[in-house]
């Protein structure tokens, strides 16, 4: 074998490696998201304390499993900051940043939905969309019957496929009530084969610019209806419905702080 095809085969040789290393580093090593989530991890659990679900009240191991301790003499009544930062994603945060906004409020109070609430809210189109859905936290505005809780949409990958790719999210969604009988109407986004139909036709009962409306039963408060559809003019990513004296409003993206933020104030103007 001649000396320029040896140095040939030792490059390709070479080359080979390299590429068989890059592999190797791609499937079997750990990523740096990867290795960063282990370590915190690794100090979640090196922790002492664990954080209450229902109240956000931070807890002794000790006091965890005896069950006995005081929730509101408790001085975590919000999961503190350093503790978010102790969660493995981003989303965890964000959702505990979302509840500890109405933990520190002295707007809302801290509710549970009733069975006879819960069978309302299954009845609504907003909800039963979903393949399943449920509810980590609920409160009610102080002075008022209406409540504001954290649904948890999750929408099932039909694909016969081995690993699951379920849409989980937690989202927020205002339940408000009124006086007087809104029928049933369902309201979203329109698609962009409906904004072409619409150019030819508008049949909708409510019109609001974007928004495809759905009859289920019409109200005789039709007027009513309409002055408060005005208040969505501008608002993008959500879901709107009104069912008897009910109005369901939920957003479509995951909840943020500016989320809430953006629907408070929304939800503040239609009562007003």
């Known amino acids: 074998m001649k000396f320029g095809e040896i140095i040939f085969y030792l490059v ?65 009544k919000t999961v503190p900051e350093n503790e ?32 006879e609430e819960i069978l309302t809210l ?39 496929t081995y690993y699951s790719n379920n849409y989980i999210e937690t989202q927020i969604m205002y339940w408000l009530k009124f006086d007087f009988d809104m029928g049933h109407y369902y309201l979203r986004e329109k698609l962009k084969i409906e904004k072409i139909f619409d150019l030819i036709k508008k049949d909708d009962d409510l019109q609001l610019k974007n928004y495809e409306s759905f009859t289920i039963r019409k109200s005789n408060n039709i007027i009513k209806i309409i002055k408060i559809l005005e208040k969505f003019e501008t608002q993008e990513r959500i879901e709107i419905e009104f069912m008897d004296n009910y109005l369901f409003v939920k957003n479509e993206r995951l909840v943020t702080l500016e989320e809430i933020i953006r629907l408070e104030s929304l ?3 239609i009562k007003s």
Do not use: M
């Not at 998201?33 to 664990?50: N, V, W």
């Not at 493995?88 to 109070?109: A, D, G, V």
């Open 122 to 160: 299954e009845k609504t189109k907003i909800l039963s969309k979903y393949d399943s859905w449920g509810y980590s936290d609920c409160f009610r505005l102080e002075f008022s019957e209406d409540l504001i809780f954290l649904p948890i949409v999750e929408i099932e990958d039909k694909t016969p």
């Open 267 to 269: 939800i503040k103007s």
């Open 84 to 115: 978010i930062e102790k969660l493995l994603t981003e989303e965890q945060k964000s959702i505990e940043k979302s509840k500890n906004y109405f933990r520190e409020s002295k707007e809302y109070r801290k509710h549970k939905l009733t069975e």
């Open 12 to 76: 390709v040789a070479l080359i080979s490696l390299y590429i068989v290393s890059k592999y190797i580093k791609l499937f079997f090593l750990p990523s740096e998201s990867e290795i960063e989530y282990q370590r915190k991890l690794e100090e979640s659990l090196k922790d002492e304390f664990i954080i209450d679900p229902e109240t956000g009240a931070k807890l002794t191991l000790e006091q965890a499993q005896s069950g006995h301790w005081i929730a509101h003499d408790n001085e975590f």
